[in-house]
């Protein structure tokens, strides 16, 4: 999470959405940065309005604005699947290494998935009160350059960012049976997606 004081906007770190580069970029120009605990810097809306923002307006601060990204989530579960194929997983409840993309997507569509599975969803990382997205400001991942050009002109200066905390890349593709299941299933997660479509 970053906090920019001087204009009025909390930059929530979603999960592989690009945040860890976004901070990187940033946080010479942050006010505040919220690296760890992961409980901190992967803070949703929900959390952040109930802890951070009333700290944050008690400390003389606006009532601030709140930005974040949201990816494709077929995109978003491929990348969680090939994260946590990596080496120092195996062995472990939530590697994916002995499982197909299909199988993940598969578990991550039950209401409680295993662990390998278990990624959570952007839909209720976004959401406060009654289902009311809690972000004024949501970008696509897929549409980075429009989100790179609102935080230039924000905060007035030129951004340049670089991939970081990449998950290793190899082709996946999930079956159109699958596919169908997952939008049946997790529709809210397209739509909060589609939500932040420019």
Known sequence: MLVF?????VLLSVPKTGSTALQAALAPRASMVLRHPPYLKHAPCYRYKRFLKPFFVQAGGQNPEVM?????PISWL???YRYRTRDDLIGQENS??????DEFVLEYCKGQ???FANVGSQNKFLRIND???GAQHLFQYEQWDILIAFLEERLGRTIA???KNVSPQFDLTLSPAVEERLRDKRR???EIWDLAKR
């Open 68 to 72: 974040a990204v949201v990816r494709n």
């Open 188 to 190: 809210a997660e397209f």
């Open 96 to 101: 994916t290494r002995d499982v197909t993309f």
């Open 131 to 133: 289902n009311e997205v």
């Open 113 to 115: 998935p295993a662990d």
């Open 78 to 80: 491929s990348s969680w």
């Open 5 to 9: 004081w001087k204009e009025n906007l």
């Open 161 to 163: 960012t670089k991939q």
